[in-house]
Nanobody
C-alpha cells in the first residue's frame, strides 16, 4: 500500500516535497519510484531509487528533483525545486517496476 501526501499549489519556481508512506511489503528489499500522471496521459516515470541506494532520474526530473528514502520509516520523498507549469500532475509512488496497487497520489499544481 502507498499513501502519498505533500502536494499543493505553487507558483513557477516554487518547491514542493511530496512524501509516500509504504506498507505491506519488506520496504528494504525493493526499488521504489515516483511516477506522475496528467489527465488523459500515461503514467510517466520521474525518479527511482534502488534498495542499495542507487538513483536514476528521468528527463523531466533531471537537475531539479531529488528522490530519497528512509528505510526505518518506510518513506520515500521527492523534493521538487524550480517547478514549472508542465510539472502539474498527480504524483504517485510505487515499486519500480510498479505493483498493481496504486495510491491516490499527491496533486501538484504549478501556475501563476
Amino acid at each position: 500500500q502507498f499513501v502519498e501526501s505533500g502536494g499543493g499549489s505553487v507558483q513557477p519556481g516554487g518547491t514542493l516535497t511530496p512524501s509516500c508512506a509504504a506498507s505491506g511489503f519488506n520496504f528494504g528489499d525493493y526499488s521504489l519510484a515516483w511516477y506522475r500522471q496528467t489527465s488523459g496521459n500515461e503514467r510517466e516515470l520521474v525518479a527511482g531509487i534502488t534498495s542499495t541506494g542507487d538513483i536514476k532520474y528521468y528527463e523531466s526530473a533531471k537537475g531539479r528533483f531529488t528522490i530519497s528514502g528512509d528505510n526505518a520509516k518506510k518513506m520515500v520523498y521527492l523534493q521538487m525545486n524550480n517547478l514549472e507549469p508542465t510539472d502539474t500532475a498527480v504524483y504517485l509512488c510505487n515499486m519500480g517496476p510498479p505493483s498493481a496497487t496504486w495510491g491516490q497520489g499527491a496533486q501538484v499544481n504549478v501556475s501563476w
